[in-house]
């Protein structure tokens, strides 16, 4: 909770960098005090060799970037910003999954934890219709081999005052009550662990199950939508469905079209 002093506590450093394989197996996390971007971090952090499962949290991100290099800060000890290093060795082509995967799996935390969550086509996390959590995905290459940057901010414990936007919201909000970050953090990770392995272990039917799973989640399925794309032009139709491929289903005038999350800039409800 925040203090009277509206001092926020600072993450538990020491139950986070102490962490064991029956809390999280296969995770290691490094935790810093302040920093422009946990993703640039993790970059660098898995061009020298970290392995998969490596995490690199801040206290306070005072850079945040995300889809389209979109910028934002929040108030110290308002929100929880990490990234994760991966290495898949699933196929290439399987890695556009990545980023619905992570959403389906905050998505499905905050579901755990009593939050009426759902998630917005590719990897926006929402709370009724407004944000709550934002994805970004880096694919890099290292002497290692190629991986992949996850990173994941969450707004926990913003009042309304302190919102970047009012299409967003925050889990003290939500819930009338701060959580405490740590502990948000650990469940995370838990469950984008539990669909990583999953994900890598599924074979060659991997995309059609995460599929069904993902569209179960997926607010934007089943609304009539507005898809803006790169060269200013827009598709309207209904969202039916996901792919195999996490590509979005739009079924429009001109017949069924799949639009995958790397050719979009936006996807809105008509209404909107």
Not at 156 to 178: D, H, Q, R
Not at 189 to 199: C, F, I, K, M, N
């Amino acid at each position: 909770m925040t203090s009277d002093q509206g001092v926020r506590p600072p993450l538990d450093s020491s139950r986070l960098t102490g962490l064991t394989p029956d809390v999280i197996a296969d995770v290691s996390i490094e935790v810093l005090d302040a920093v422009p971007s946990t993703n640039a971090v993790a970059v660098e952090r898995a061009q020298a060799g970290a392995a998969d499962g490596y995490v690199v949290v801040a206290d306070h991100q005072t850079g945040g970037r995300g889809r389209l290099d979109r910028t934002w800060e929040t108030p110290r000890g308002s929100a929880l910003t990490f990234s994760l290093v991966l290495r898949p060795s699933a196929p290439t082509r399987s890695w556009p999954w990545l980023p619905l995967l992570t959403g389906y799996a905050v998505d499905k935390a905050l579901k755990a934890q009593g939050y009426d969550a759902g998630v917005k086509w590719p990897n926006d996390v929402l709370i009724g219709e407004k944000k709550v959590a934002g994805i970004l995905i880096e694919r890099i290459e290292t002497p290692q081999g190629p991986a992949a940057v996850v990173g994941v901010g969450l707004n926990v414990g913003m009042t309304e005052a302190e919102l970047p936007v009012p299409t967003a919201t925050s889990l003290a909000i939500e819930s009338g009550t701060e959580p405490d970050r740590t502990d948000v953090l650990l469940s995370v990770l838990t469950t984008l662990r539990e669909a990583y392995d999953a994900w890598q272990a599924g074979g060659d039917h991997t995309g059609l199950r995460l599929a069904e799973s993902y569209a179960a989640a997926c607010v934007t399925v089943g609304q009539d939508v507005r898809v803006d794309l790169p060269d200013g032009s827009a598709l309207l139709g209904r969202a039916t469905g996901v792919d195999p491929g996490g590509r979005l289903v739009v079924e429009s005038l001109d017949g069924t079209q799949y639009v995958a999350a790397g050719d979009v800039v936006h996807v809105r409800p008509v209404d909107q």
